[in-house]
Each structure stands twice: as C-alpha cells, then as structure tokens.
C-alpha cells in the first residue's frame, strides 16, 4: 500500500507562487511515476504533469507549459509541483498520484491540497 500526503497549498495572490511537495512512503518509490492533478469546482480532475520513474517528464496541460515545474526527489521519496506566474484559474484541489510502472495509471491518491489565486 502507499500512502501520499501533499502539502504547500495556500492563498496567493495572481502572479505569485506557491510550491507543493508529495511524499510517500510504503514503498519503494523510484518505481512509480507521479503525476499532480488538480480540479476545480464544477470541473473534472485534470492531469496537469508527470514525471515517471524514468524522468521523463510530460506537462500534460498546455495552460501550465512554461509556469509550472514537477521535480522528484527519489532520495526522499517525495515529488514537487513548483508553481509560479499563478492566475485565478490555477485555482483548485491538487492531488498527487502514484502509478506503478507494471499498471501505468494512477491508482494511489493524496489527500488533496487547496491553493487558492486571487485576483
């Protein structure tokens, strides 16, 4: 079983930035790509990046292409979203999310983190 808990959420103000962290443990980490995802209300969770467990990293949303950087730390077991340049439109719930490399999808969850753009 892996357990993924986020942190680093928070209220900002547009153009700032915010950084979240995924740690993990029960596992062995460096197997698994993560993913952040996000949803905001009204709208369906979106897989926003990914970084695999070989480090191939894939932003999967255009609308953060450029803002948004996923880094991993195998070391720590941990993997962070640094998220700068935010707009009210970033605001949601971001999940962190583990696949195992033999499945390739996400099947383990975090708790989910709010953050929060104001304009």
């Known amino acids: 079983q892996v357990q993924l808990v986020e942190s680093g959420g928070g209220s900002v103000q547009a153009g700032g930035s915010l950084r979240l962290s995924c740690a993990a443990s029960?596992?062995?980490?460096?197997?698994?790509?993560m993913g952040w995802f996000r949803q905001a209300p009204g709208k369906e969770r979106e897989l926003i990046a990914q970084?695999?467990?070989?480090?191939?990293?894939?932003y999967n949303a255009s609308s953060v292409k450029g803002r948004f950087i996923i880094s991993r730390d195998n070391a720590k077991s941990t993997v962070a979203l640094q998220m700068n340049s935010l707009k009210p439109e970033d605001t949601a719930v971001y999940y962190c999310?583990?696949?195992?490399?033999?499945?390739?999808?996400?099947?383990?969850w975090g708790q989910g983190t709010q953050v929060t753009v104001s304009s």
């Open positions: 999310a583990a696949s195992p490399v033999a499945l390739s999808r996400y099947v383990y």
């Open positions: 029960g596992t062995t980490f460096s197997s698994y790509s």
């Open positions: 970084i695999r467990w070989n480090g191939i990293i894939t």
